[in-house]
């Protein structure tokens, strides 16, 4: 965009949301060039993302949609940004569009709790830590604790990029949650889904009523096809009753038929599954003397009374007890040290993870179905291996272990989260190079397996686009075609947005 | 460019968001960065500066007084550090902060590593950069400029420094010496006055030094090392030549710089050093120090960021307010390592007056809800700046240093 451009889209947006929140100069644009180093390879290596040409922080649903009113006057894209923790480049600009950041975290108050209907409505821009905060006050807890340790994160980021979460095996992902949407469309109309359609209805949020579900393609669309300005989702009472146990299982498939089991009889609030052969020599040499060459599962487990908590247990143990489980001492020594695997204290999050497999521990955000775990995982394993010279040594590790290929069984209906560590040099562009080429080769082996999908999708659709049917890619470009003919919401989100061969 | 030091910092930082805004309940933590809760935009945050770092490193960006404008925004209060050290409040549940301070020792002997992402030294050289190529603001100049000349950054004449000892009759050598500091000295001498009264009430035999300098603290968080050092260099070989044993400040800042920064430059000490709070609480313990006067107050104990969270003092100074008869020492949440910092760090007070100001008020509400009548603190520069905040909101609570405290209750 051409600077005189700018200035004047700059002095119109100004006019709405007022001086002091949008910004210009190149130091703000360039801090908004960038995400989630998670996904170190799709970023800062890439010339395909680049900074806005404006940075702009909404307040109001009103101020949303004159701002898309502008953009579509100015074809200029918008681009929605909570946390800035998308590890897909969901919230980026691409270079050849630029665009328009709304940075959403202004728009971050808690609206209204619905105690009867166990449901609070939020703003998009609420950080999960704040949430957590607000609703303990009233007694009550979203379920899903957030995207593991990334507490700063924004919820509507979260919906925007399909968040799976810690607790997702009882209480569903984030999108699972989502009752009403709130949405500035494209052309700076505002709607209301579900019960709220009705324009009488105040304050009752129920997602399947007045028609069509059109809350389903806002979740996961990346901000695609609008911008949601305000939402609904579930609450919970809190369990008075949880505690974390572990068991030793003698192979994978015991333990992931113990897990279905669990998960099947209601009794999985949070699971951690580590498959012996997945592990690092170093983690093998640690565990081994510990309990064998075992697979483990860590969980939580909940419940709101006692008496039904203590037989919860001892049903769980009877269930590992079927497939060979041999119970931890972990539970009670974590219940006397006040720890639980559901606890969010930055428990194998952000900062944990990236930085054990440090600098550029890459994740892969991938998903598999549990049956199918050891296929996915056996190919990104054997690529690892084959690659292993491009991959410096993790820091924190004392450089011992240069991949690391982790599981963890999210549930519902056998879902598993797949992280394929990959530190790399960054002092060598020929290493990183080609550490950025072996990440692709294991997300595109994820994929030909049929059994793993990218929970994110952001603007690294390539994966995806050469495996969708060609209907259901058509089908999406006809959804945004209606909805944003001049191409204003996020271009380049889920492949859509672009013109023919961009 | 003196940056290069942090490439590994600029790529280990994960971009993950905790420093730039997060709550988290079960560790105290409620909110991080209190330059981002005020400007709101990405380049206030440590994130945002780690990002500048980046593309500083990798040429897209270049230094200018945009990019010396946001980086002077920091206070260096290091809550950014603090919420991203991976696995630190874990550990500190399961074994306690013992725990969380030994294991990242014990992994470091071996090479490895578990420390956040250092954030605050980011800022710093990115700094010095901006020394280095003129771009620093000119607030700060002067106070560099002034150090160099008078030794303190106030511009008032050295022979002045040890104004305030007039008719005290402090010896001028001894074992254990008392380093004033250049704000105790200059600004808040009743924080120089209560630390000699008590320390003689003690019955402590010390010492100040009329050629002590600035300890160079304000200089390095500005980014002026090269006069810090000359500051440090000289401070080191005065207090060798006096065969000092112990040093004793009242400065948190200067506290943090003693200990942390100075062997950076010269080396391992060759002394003991103490922040006051240490020693009296010590003293205490030993029932050396006879608090007789009650102080019938509700006090809240304001931690200074570089004693609190990077030196890791925090009991001592509530030790020291909890042992004064009638004190009820009430804490201000968040507290201890989330601490919310008073906003004069880092120079900011120089800079951007108003910012300062702004974070300052922002944590009045958290105090006035203890209902403490007493903010109290163990910093110069807290004091003197919650002064001004509290002046300004138009809250009648006293701020008080534990040594101004301590002294009344003494009766000294």
Known sequence: ?502 | MRLEECKQEAWICNHCSMCTQAVNDESGFYRICPVYEQLRFEDSSARGHNTIAFYLLNGTLEYSGEIADCVYKCTTCAACEEVCKPMGNMLAQIGGTPLKIAIPSIMGAFGASLDPVRSVEVVETMRADCVDLGLQPEALKKVAASVELNYNPYDEPHADRLKWTQGLDIPRTADTVLFVGCNAAYRNQEIALSSAKILRGAGVEYAVLPGEWCCGSPLLRAGNVDTAEVMIRHNVELLKEKKVRRLVTACAEGYMAISRDWPKFAGALPFEVLHISQLLARLISEGKLKLKHRIDSRVTYHDPCHLGRVMGVYDEPRAVLSAIPGVKLVETYPTKHAAWCCGAGGGLRDTNPELALAIGAAKVPLIKETGATVLASSCPFCKAHFIDVLREAKEPIEVKDITELVAESMGV
């Open chain 1, 1 to 502: 965009m051409k600077v005189a451009e700018r200035k004047k889209l700059a002095r119109d947006l100004a006019a709405v949301v007022g001086d002091k929140f949008v910004r210009g100069d190149d130091v703000t644009r360039w801090t908004y060039a960038i995400e989630d180093f998670a996904g170190t390879f799709f970023h800062p290596l890439s010339d395909k993302y680049g900074p806005p040409d404006l940075v702009v922080k909404p307040h109001f649903a009103e101020e949303v949609s004159q701002i898309a009113k502008l953009a579509n006057k100015h074809k200029i894209p918008i681009i929605a940004r909570g946390g800035g923790g998308d590890m897909t480049g969901a919230a980026t600009p691409l270079k050849k569009t630029g665009g328009v950041i709304l940075d959403m975290t202004d728009m971050n108050r808690v609206l209204d709790f619905q105690e009867g209907f166990n449901a609070v409505r939020v703003q998009p821009g609420i950080r999960w830590g704040e949430l957590h905060h607000e609703l303990a006050k009233k007694g009550v807890t979203s379920g899903v604790r957030g995207p593991h340790g990334f507490l700063g994160a924004a919820l509507g980021g979260g919906i925007g990029g399909n968040c799976f979460s810690i607790n997702c095996p009882k209480y569903g992902w984030l999108n699972e949650n989502i009752l009403n949407l709130q949405v500035v469309l494209p052309n700076g109309d505002i709607i209301e889904t579900g019960s709220l359609a009705n324009t009488r209805v105040k304050d009752w949020y129920y997602r399947y009523c007045n028609g069509p579900d059109l809350v389903g393609i806002f979740l996961g669309s990346a901000g695609a096809f609008g911008v949601i300005t305000e939402f609904t989702m579930r609450t919970y009472p809190i369990p008075e009753f949880s505690d974390t146990l572990a068991y030793t299982f003698p192979d994978t498939d015991s333990e992931l038929k113990f897990v279905f089991k669990l998960e099947w009889h209601g009794y999985v609030t949070d699971l951690w599954g580590i498959a012996y052969y997945t592990l690092p020599d170093s983690l093998k040499r640690i565990i081994t003397p510990l309990v064998g060459e075992r697979d483990i599962a860590i969980f939580a487990t909940e419940a709101y009374d006692k008496g039904v908590f203590k037989a919860q247990k001892k049903a769980i143990d009877k269930i590992a007890k079927e497939y060979g489980g041999v119970a931890l001492p972990l539970a009670g020594l974590t219940h006397a040290l006040g720890i639980s695997i559901k606890n969010e204290t930055e428990w194998m999050g952000g900062g944990t993870f990236g930085k054990v497999m440090g600098p550029n521990g890459s994740d892969t955000c991938s998903i598999a179905h549990l049956p199918q775990w050891r296929k996915v995982v056996g190919k990104a394993l054997e690529i690892m291996q084959e690659n292993e010279d491009a991959l410096s040594g993790s820091v924190p590790l004392i450089g011992a272990e240069h991949f690391f290929l982790f599981a963890q069984i999210l549930g519902r209906g056998g879902i598993s989260n797949t992280f394929a560590m990959t530190p790399a040099d960054f002092s060598d562009p020929e290493k990183m190079k080609k550490a950025q080429e072996m990440y692709n080769e294991i997300v595109e082996s994820y994929m030909d397996t049929g059994y793993a999908a990218l929970y994110r999708i952001g603007k690294e659709s390539q994966f995806l686009m050469k495996r969708f049917k060609p209907e259901y890619i058509s089908f999406m470009k006809a959804i945004k075609k209606t909805l944003d003919p001049n191409n204003i919401m996020n271009p380049g989100a889920l492949g859509l947005g672009l013109e023919e061969g961009e």
